[in-house]
């Protein structure tokens, strides 16, 4: 095959592959046999997709006779896909550490909302900040994400609850999404919370008679691409009424419905999403039976964060229940101004120690199953021929090593690889 390509990834230990027969998502047994190759190689094409993976020789025979842009000699180091991160609020001004210590100090994350801070005092200050700021911002924090190996990253609005706010969020994402090597799923949370002054009801009629309508003529118009539509489903905050209302009004715009339910008051969120048809819920701390087997019904993803219930000290999202009942299991780091984590490394690892997964589980969950959540495991979440060329490489002979090594990513990931191109190169970092 005389051709070039962009990238040949050579000789790796391991390519772990995730799945090779085009799953949407992995259940139950499917996410502790997940497909690994030794001593393998990978292709991806100019266009930026993969275009063969396989055993070392094969490929070498194969290809004997190409050309690359680039090639990597991966002996002794693993490849993975980019993780996907399934959850996000990336884009804010004013950080909160100062609420950080008021919750060591014993504040609940409600107290510190009601109080008037928490989303609030970061709505003040992102309404306030210039978009330039803010998207100059979220750069280094999508840069931080990437460096601990996402390559796919679903980010919210939600900092705004007006309209104008909202909009200039959105518009930094689709800015970030054009021109940083990351790829980005978009989420309006126009109903975050309900802002100051304002009635649930009132926020309820902003959101679905002023908000919705200007984002819906955006859209059609082709200025803004947003992909899901999100809610705080939570007592104090957005009921079960306005939540659905607003859900569908999403809906029938063509929005995936991927929303935060169960997370500090079990109310039947699960239930509700899965009955819409929801793509995904987040959170899920105080999920119900009803809600976990109407969510493996409907094929509805759970997507768990574990670094909300360690920071704020909840209970454990209820994995080990959610995957034997065959829901389909995600992971998100929920950055926010709350839990300040960009790596899904150090998620898996909470993952695995405090909610029980076993590290192909929270691998899964960290790639297919969080594309899926985000209606993209068709080109993300594995390495298999005509997905995007999303990459991680691993200085390490075991692909383990990634989860096992609490915080040890920054040493360990040797390379990062968006549609073949090497976005981050340790070494080269490392040399500056
Ligand atoms: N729970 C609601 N939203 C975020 C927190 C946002 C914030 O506190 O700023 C979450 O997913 O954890
Ligand atoms: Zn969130």
């Known amino acids: 095959m005389s051709r070039n390509h962009r990238l040949l990834v050579k000789n790796a230990k391991q390519v772990v592959l995730i799945c090779n027969n085009g799953e949407k998502f992995l259940t139950r047994h499917g996410m502790n046999n997940l497909s690994v190759i030794e001593n393998a190689s990978i292709v991806v094409s100019s266009d930026g997709v993969i275009k063969a993976v396989g055993p070392a020789e ?4 194969r290809y004997s006779e190409s050309s690359f842009d680039n090639v990597i000699d991966a002996a002794g180091m ?3 896909p980019g993780l996907v991160d399934a959850h996000t609020h990336p884009v804010w001004a004013g950080d909160r550490v100062h609420e950080f210590a008021m919750k060591l100090a014993g504040a609940t994350y409600m107290e510190v ?17 210039a978009a330039s700021d803010l998207l100059s911002s979220l750069g280094s924090r999508l840069q931080r994400m990437q460096r601990a190996g996402t390559t796919l990253v679903e980010c919210k609005s939600g900092y705004g609850l007006e309209l104008q706010t909202e909009l200039k969020m959105l518009e930094v994402i689709e800015e970030a999404s054009r021109s940083l090597p990351i790829s980005i799923s978009s989420t309006y949370c126009g109903a975050h919370a309900v802002p100051k002054g304002k009635t649930v009801a009132e926020a309820t009629e902003d959101v679905l008679q002023v908000q919705l309508p200007r984002l819906k003529e955006l859209m059609s118009a082709g200025r803004l691409k947003v992909q899901n539509i999100d809610v705080f489903c939570e007592q104090g905050v957005f009921d079960l009424d306005s939540t659905r209302a607003v859900l569908l009004a999403g809906k029938e715009m063509g929005l995936n419905i991927n929303f935060h339910g169960d997370e500090l008051h079990p109310m039947n969120a699960a239930k509700m999403g899965a009955d819409l048809g929801a793509l995904a819920i987040s959170h899920l701390e105080e999920v119900t039976d009803e809600g976990i087997v109407a969510m493996a019904k409907s094929k509805t993803a759970a997507v768990l964060l574990p670094t909300t219930a360690y920071i704020l000290r909840l209970p454990q999202p209820r994995a080990r229940d959610m995957l034997e009942a065959g829901v389909i299991v995600a992971l998100g780091s929920d ?7 960009c790596s899904m490394p150090v998620v898996m690892h909470l993952a695995c120690v405090n909610m029980r997964m076993s590290m192909t589980e929270a691998l899964a969950a960290a790639t297919i199953n969080a594309a899926y959540a985000l209606g993209r495991s068709d080109t993300h979440g594995s390495l298999e021929v005509n997905k995007h060329g999303d990459l991680l490489i691993l200085n390490a002979t075991r692909w383990e090593h990634l989860i096992y090594q609490l915080g040890g990513h920054q040493e360990l990931i040797r390379y990062v690889v968006v549609r073949g191109n090497i976005v981050y190169d340790n070494d080269k970092t490392l040399d500056l």
């Open 113 to 129: 909302h009601r109080a008037g801070g928490g989303i609030h005092y970061t709505v003040e200050h992102t309404r306030a900040a």
């Open 78 to 80: 693993c490849v993975l």
């Open 335 to 341: 950055f926010n101004p709350n839990a300040y984590c």
């Open 58 to 61: 094969t490929i070498s025979a």
